[in-house]
């Protein structure tokens, strides 16, 4: 698992750490590990020597990590230029450095660049990037290096003009090949589109590990997890003790929806699966090992439901939510079932001691919260989860999992091409498998959409992509993630 801590949070380890330490150390090992993992990229491309490095260099202790760098490059016969954006607000000492090494400050934006660092602003950044600083960022792609390719932009700490602590990109900002980070990473590295926007990330120990005291704000799972953590069937194992996933989904209208969540649920890790609804035919004829009925009450026994993809939203849609609701066991809601919870209509429904895990896309969001989750995706998923009492699953690119006492994971996987009809059905029954077999809720989110992530890019190989596909993939991800 790897983890990130907000900025104040990051700010209070390193003020104790440099409490103990003398001044500048840690801008001298972030600044070391920095020109380290540039030389190395420079290496790829033709060596250090003769490179033209740029620095961007704002007015911060993120432009002095940048000069510093810089220095350190030009003593290996780098030719290092530093765009200051606010001359009169540099980093002294580290401009003294760069120009004993031999270093130069630029006034404009050269043409040609190996490699670009991008030390405008980091952690200390406020609101979208300003004018000067937005019009450079605007104007990196244009640079060429010496093997005519596009320069290579290494991002310091963070690439500039991302939100750091949500992850959101309000305005211009760098995009980076490569982030290279100090002491520990942040939410911006892991959450919405800032994490497309950081490339690789590469992150360079400066001590901070043993002081960060904070819970992390954002936790992301890996893929040793998920492999310690799925179950898998033992000698006295048998359909039962493995778990059995009931499925609420599907109707006559939405018969697709059904199979799609069956699919998902027959790749996740139960001995069984139930359908209960309208599709029952369709469900068995295209899944013969599922256990089928029409209704939830007369669905026999299981350990987890799965309420609402293409369930619809009328009459008979609400009495099968309140008949799974009304269980003492783990349930999942997601497409119709959150629609029907709009309107308060099941708030007493909701009041149970059970795990209830809920999976909306933003516009389900929207209608249940009352607003789209907005630029803080994870602290919008955070709070519906208190208000709900449920663990939330937010969906998108980096899905969202938050549970209701604040605890965030952002799922690494996937891929644009999930973003087609059916392929929210495949992770609903994927996801209640790992419930009915038991897993608690916070986990089955993750590990569902982690798995999910990765079936998806799996199709994405073969072309475009649609929910079935993703299903289908479901399998070899899990023998090549579980061996
Ligand atoms: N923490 C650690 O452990 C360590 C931290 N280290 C490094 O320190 C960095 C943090 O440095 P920091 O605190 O000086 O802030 P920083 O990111 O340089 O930005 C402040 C400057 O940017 C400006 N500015 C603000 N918003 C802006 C915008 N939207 N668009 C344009 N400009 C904007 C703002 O200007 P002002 O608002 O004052 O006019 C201010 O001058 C951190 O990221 C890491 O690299 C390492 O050296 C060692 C360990
Ligand atoms: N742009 C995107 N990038 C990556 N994944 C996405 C993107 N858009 C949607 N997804 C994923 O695709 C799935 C879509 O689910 P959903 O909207 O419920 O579809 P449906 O209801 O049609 O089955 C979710 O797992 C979501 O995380």
New binding site residues.
């Given amino acids: 698992m790897r983890r990130a801590w907000r900025v104040t949070d ?2 209070a ?2 003020k104790t ?1 440099m409490a103990t330490l003398p001044e500048g150390t ?2 001298q ?3 070391a590990g920095l020109a380290r993992r540039c030389a190395l990229l420079l290496e790829e491309t033709g060596g250090v020597y003769g490179a033209r490095v740029l620095l961007l260099v ?8 940048t000069l510093y760098a810089g220095a350190a490059l030009a003593r290996r016969g780098a030719q290092v230029r530093a765009l200051l ?2 001359p009169e ?1 540099v980093h002294l000492a580290g401009l003294a450095a760069l120009r004993q090494a031999g270093g130069f400050t630029t006034g404009d934006l050269p043409t040609r660049a190996d490699l670009i660092l991008d ?12 004018s000067q ?1 937005a019009a450079i960022a605007r104007g990196l792609g244009a640079l060429r290096g010496r093997t005519g390719e596009r320069a290579l932009v290494v991002a ?3 690439p ?2 991302v939100a750091v602590d949500t992850g959101d990109v309000p305005g211009e900002a760098v995009t980076a090949d490569v982030t290279v980070t ?2 520990c990473l942040k939410p911006a590295h892991v959450l919405g589109p800032a994490a497309v926007r950081c490339g690789h990330v590469d992150l360079v120990d ?1 001590g ?1 590990g043993p002081v960060l005291q904070a819970d992390p704000a954002v936790r992301v799972p890996e893929a040793a997890d998920i492999a310690a953590w799925w179950p898998r069937p033992g000698a006295t194992s048998d359909k039962y003790t493995r778990g059995v996933v009931g499925l609420a989904t599907g109707s006559v209208k939405y018969p697709g929806a059904a199979l799609l969540s069956a699919a998902g649920a027959l790749a996740g890790p139960t001995g069984m699966v139930r359908y209960a609804g309208s599709a029952h035919y369709d469900v068995v004829r295209a899944h013969p090992t599922v256990v089928a009925s029409r209704k939830v009450a007369d669905a026999g026994r299981v350990q987890a439901w799965v309420c609402g993809s293409g369930l619809g939203t009328g009459d008979e849609a609400r009495t099968e939510l309140r008949s799974v609701l009304a269980t003492s066991l783990p349930v999942l809601l997601d497409a119709d079932a959150i629609t029907l919870l709009v309107g308060g209509e099941h708030a007493e429904d909701l009041r149970r001691d059970a795990p209830l895990v809920i999976t909306p896309h933003d516009g389900e969001f929207k209608r249940l919260a009352g607003e789209a989750p907005g630029a803080d995706r994870a602290g919008a998923a955070a709070r519906l989860a208190a208000w709900t009492n449920a663990v939330v699953l937010l969906k998108g690119d980096r899905t969202i999992v938050a549970t209701p006492a604040g605890e965030i994971w952002a799922n690494p996987t996937g891929s644009p091409e999930l973003a087609t009809a059916g392929t929210g059905d495949v992770l609903a029954g994927l996801l209640g498998s790992l419930l009915a077999a038991g897993l608690p809720a916070v986990r089955a989110a993750v590990m569902a959409a982690y798995v999910h992530g990765l079936a998806g890019r799996r199709a994405a190989v073969d072309g475009p992509v649609t929910g079935s596909d993703v299903a289908s993939a479901l399998r070899p991800v899990l023998v090549d993630l579980l061996g």
């Fill in positions: 990051v700010r380890a390193e750490l840690l801008m090992r972030a600044a704002g007015s911060g202790d993120n432009g002095g990590d954006l606010t607000r030390g405008i602003v980091g952690i200390g950044s406020r609101g979208g990037l300003r600083a310091v700490d963070v500039s003009g100090f002491g400066i901070l």
